[in-house]
T-cell receptor, first 112, second 119 residues
Framework: DAKTTQPTSMDCAEGRAANLPCNHSTISGNEYVYWYRQIHSQGPQYIIHGLKNNETNEMASLIITEDRKSSTLILPHATLRDTAVYYC?????????????FGAGTQVVVTP | DTEVTQTPKHLVMGMTNKKSLKCEQHMGHRAMYWYKQKAKKPPELMFVYSYEKLSINESVPSRFSPECPNSSLLNLHLHALQPEDSALYLCASSQDEPGQGSGANEKLFFGSGTQLSVL
């Protein structure tokens, strides 16, 4: 299973864009990048995923570098409700079969 | 219905008790999971069920016993737990298991968890 590296924490001002980096330098060609977030005392929530192309949905945008060794999750207009731990995970059809393993994640605090 | 429902939300048990955690989904998902999460730590995978069969056991002690009675239900039976087993237990489901290469069908839907305290 490809490992990911994320900053431990970051702060973001309300209304500003939050850019969350993730390094996954050992990702293999058929592994997807997934982002989840977990608000305190709740179950993790799926945000977005991608393989090679950049993706956007109603929650966020995902930018994946051309070599696929890193990605950035963008929350375009952060709100206080976006305060959460954000997890970047890679999962694919290699030795990670059936397993979605969470790393330490990034604690994001959105401030007024 | 895109919900995964877990009951109970909170559970306190003694080390000699037997209890069960329940998880239910009606999305037709073929894979279901149990995760354990200690405070300020990421969720840790415990078990994976695929098509109602146990496919992954992450070397979990036998005092935790999973059961999948049908495609919508997942139970976790608890017996003779230790205080260090106190944690948030999360259930999840997905259309396909991770690693099948299907991208969107592998995203997990989580329940809100059962907060377990072992005294």
């Amino acid at each position: 299973d490809a490992k990911t590296t994320q900053p431990t924490s970051m702060d973001c001002a309300e209304g500003r864009a939050a850019n969350l980096p993730c390094n996954h330098s050992t990702i293999s060609g058929n592994e997807y990048v997934y982002w989840y977030r977990q608000i305190h005392s709740q179950g993790p929530q799926y945000i977005i995923h991608g393989l090679k192309n950049n993706e956007t949905n109603e929650m966020a945008s995902l930018i994946i570098t051309e070599d696929r060794k890193s990605s950035t999750l963008i929350l375009p207009h952060a709100t206080l409700r976006d305060t959460a731990v954000y997890y970047c995970i890679v999962s694919g059809a290699t030795d990670s079969w059936g397993k979605l393993q969470f790393g330490a994640g990034t604690q994001v605090v959105v401030t007024p | 219905d895109t919900e995964v429902t877990q009951t109970p939300k909170h559970l306190v048990m003694g080390m000699t008790n037997k209890k069960s955690l329940k998880c239910e989904q009606h999305m037709g998902h073929r894979a279901m999971y149990w995760y354990k999460q200690k405070a300020k730590k990421p969720p840790e995978l415990m078990f994976v069920y695929s098509y109602e069969k146990l496919s992954i056991n992450e070397s979990v002690p036998s005092r935790f016993s999973p059961e999948c009675p049908n495609s919508s239900l997942l139970n976790l039976h608890l017996h003779a737990l230790q205080p260090e087993d106190s944690a948030l237990y999360l259930c999840a489901s997905s259309q396909d298991e991770p690693g099948q290469g299907s991208g969107a069908n592998e995203k997990l839907f989580f329940g809100s968890g059962t907060q377990l305290s072992v005294l």
